[in-house]
């Protein structure tokens, strides 16, 4: 059991360490409104990314397929996302973000929306399902309510472990920056995630037009 809770940890940390358009509005949201943004933020990839290993676990194959059948339906969608939160980034006014107030509704908002952002990915139900293969973690339908309870909570611990040490980390320095800086960035994280929605909006149209 304690096995299966450290290789399923791994996975859910693993699958939140590649630094996409989740990692940079993370790191955005962090600087410009501060750790409890940041980090409710990734927990809204934190809770794809466990449903996302429900599916494997039960091989749950149809939805799946699902998945596949529709990945440039997807690819579009999200970078449709991406692009928007991007040129939302890029047109914020830091100053004015650091004066809200961060309400329950406010953050439900920063949840919402990386949730929405990570569940449009299809690409994070094969990273997820490649993960449980490399660490050898066999686990299904067979394996018992609890072997599948245990498996799962290790996915959330593992991801909800990075998020809180991202935010942590970022921000520790956050104070250093000053308004002219955080303008900056906002800029720069505003085009990365504007250049990646247009990669994936380009991507997913091109399998759209191969296919027909």
Do not use: C
Not at 89 to 112: A, C, M, Q, S, V
Request: glycine share 12%; aromatic share 10%.
């Amino acid at each position: 059991m304690l096995i299966t809770l450290l290789k399923s940890l791994l996975v859910g940390f693993g699958a939140s360490i590649p630094l996409g358009p989740v990692g940079v509005l993370v790191v955005q949201r962090t600087l410009s409104k501060g750790r409890l943004s940041g980090f409710v933020s990734g927990m809204g990839a934190t809770v794809v990314d466990t449903f996302f290993s429900a599916l494997a676990i039960l091989s749950l194959a149809f939805i799946v397929v699902l998945f596949e059948k529709n990945r440039n339906l997807f690819l579009i969608l999200g970078g449709i996302i991406v692009i928007a939160i991007g040129i939302k980034i890029y047109l914020t006014n830091p100053i004015k973000e650091i004066r809200k107030k961060k309400g329950g509704n406010r953050l439900f908002g920063d949840f919402i929306s990386v949730f929405m952002l990570t569940i449009s990915n299809p690409g994070a139900v094969f990273l997820i399902l490649g993960l449980f293969a490399l660490v050898g973690l066999h686990t299904d339908q067979g394996s018992g309510f609890i072997t599948i309870a245990v498996a799962l909570a290790g996915v959330f611990i593992g991801a909800t472990l990075w998020w809180f040490m991202l935010s942590a980390v970022i921000n520790k320095y956050r104070r250093r920056f000053r308004i002219r800086q955080l303008w900056i960035i906002n800029r720069i994280a505003g085009i990365v995630m504007v250049v990646l929605g247009v990669i994936s909006l380009i991507d997913g149209l091109y399998e759209w037009v191969s296919a027909t």
